[in-house]
């Protein structure tokens, strides 16, 4: 399992179309396990291409503080699941929450 998380400064940028790169973290989910972490400059935000783009990156999972519903409708298209309204936190913090379950979500922040 991948899980793709969309940073700013070294934190979840909370509108994932204005990130500086993504922390794409591999996990063992059943051994609750990170793997391996790697961080890549997404290619220009434009409507549908940060979906494909992590598709082809194998992100199975993405983790976001805010998302317009298109986007959303994107990723899953993609066969990603989306979370959206996850804190500003750094990835392997995210990630570990998930793993274990923890990892609260709440409101979407964006609105379009």
């Known amino acids: 399992m991948k899980i793709a998380i969309p940073l700013a400064e070294g934190k979840l940028c909370m509108h994932f179309g204005h990130c500086e790169t993504f922390a794409l973290i591999d996990v063992d989910k059943e051994n609750k396990k990170i793997l391996k972490t790697e961080f890549l400059t997404p290619p220009p935000h434009e409507p549908g291409v940060l979906p494909k783009w992590l598709s082809e990156q194998n992100a199975t999972v993405i983790i976001a503080g805010g998302m317009g ?42 609105d379009h």
Do not use: H, W
């Open 69 to 110: 519903m298109r986007a959303q409708d994107l990723f899953k298209e993609n066969n990603i699941e989306v979370l959206v309204g996850a804190p500003s936190a750094e990835p392997e913090i995210l990630v570990k929450k998930y793993l274990e379950g923890a990892l609260t979500c709440g409101d979407n922040i964006c």
